[in-house]
């Protein structure tokens, strides 16, 4: 007979589809984050806003985890429109 999930367990798999609606993971402590993030990548479900949540708690174990995955934010170039050129003349 299996073993039944601990109530840790139960949570952080009910938390993963719902990180989005978290404000901040920073009172977690370090292998309760290590292990949410893990099953977030096993989810598949690592997008920026959920990757910059874990960078906010600027926890190293979590960080070490993300820089041994070669995990990088995607930084997209800002790009002038022809509306924010107007706007710049008007302004200027």
């Not at 977030?40 to 070490?64: D, M, P, R, Y």
Request: proline residues 9%.
């Amino acid at each position: 007979m299996r073993n039944p999930p601990s109530l840790l367990s139960l949570a952080i798999d009910s938390a993963v589809p719902n990180l989005s609606y978290f404000p901040d993971l920073s009172p977690l402590p370090d292998h309760i984050l290590v292990d949410l993030f893990v099953r977030t990548l096993q989810a598949g479900k690592l997008n920026e806003k959920i990757l910059n949540l874990f960078l906010a708690t600027g926890k190293e174990e979590v960080l070490s985890v993300i820089r041994s995955l070669n995990i990088r934010q995607i930084l997209l170039p800002v790009l002038p429109t022809s509306e924010s050129y107007a706007l710049v003349q008007l302004l200027a």
